[in-house]
């Protein structure tokens, strides 16, 4: 990576995702024209993995956080997911939009139809499902197309410039072959 000129900062896409927001909310539209902004932070940003204050992410790697505040609308960071380690399929109670930094990753979202009559049962509908590299964007929703998997591909970590809703906590993990979810234990 090394020194990259800066073209667009953390700061600048901070701000597009203020405003953005404050336009037209978070739905479908809003979360595209972020993810292209997102990109553009990824390509014109610089080294995003030396922006920030260290992170804990899942398998004792060390990401960064970019941006958070104490009850702010989103938060940005970079976080690693490693090989051979597939995230349970869970969801979070917002929104989010990620951006491959490098690496390779299987990323799938799905959208959930509860069962009325059964509660702790739910059927999952896949929404988007693919392989990303460096620069592809996807996201998830608010609820109920808010669940998803996140798949690290090869041998090496795959690290995304990843940007979430409220506070990022999760809200229920899902067992596919059972058809059931239970909450999420708060990390
Ligand atoms: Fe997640």
Redo the contacts with the bound molecule.
């Keep these: 990576m090394g020194s990259e000129a800066v073209t667009y900062s953390v700061e600048d896409f901070v701000g597009f995702v203020n405003k953005t927001i404050q336009k037209v909310g978070t739905g479908p539209e809003a979360l595209e024209a972020i993810g292209a902004n997102l990109r553009r932070l990824v390509m014109e940003g610089g080294d995003l993995t030396a922006q920030g204050v260290p992170a804990e992410n899942p398998g004792g790697l060390t990401g960064r956080w970019l941006h958070k505040e104490e009850g702010g609308d989103f938060q940005l960071s970079v976080t690693y997911f490693p090989p051979d380690e597939p995230?349970p399929v869970?969801s979070?109670y917002r929104w989010?939009v990620e951006c491959v930094i490098h690496g390779e990753e299987r990323f799938t979202v799905w959208e959930r139809q509860d069962d009325a009559d059964k509660p702790g049962r739910s059927h999952l509908n896949v929404v988007s499902d693919g392989k990303m590299t460096r620069g592809d964007v996807r996201a998830w929703y608010d609820p109920p197309k808010n669940v998803?998997r996140?798949w690290a591909q090869g041998d090496k970590p795959v690290c995304l410039a990843l940007l979430m809703g409220g506070d990022g906590a999760?809200e229920h993990i899902f067992d596919l072959d059972k058809g059931t979810f239970e909450d999420a234990v708060a990390r």
């Design positions: 995230t869970h979070h989010g998803h996140q999760r």
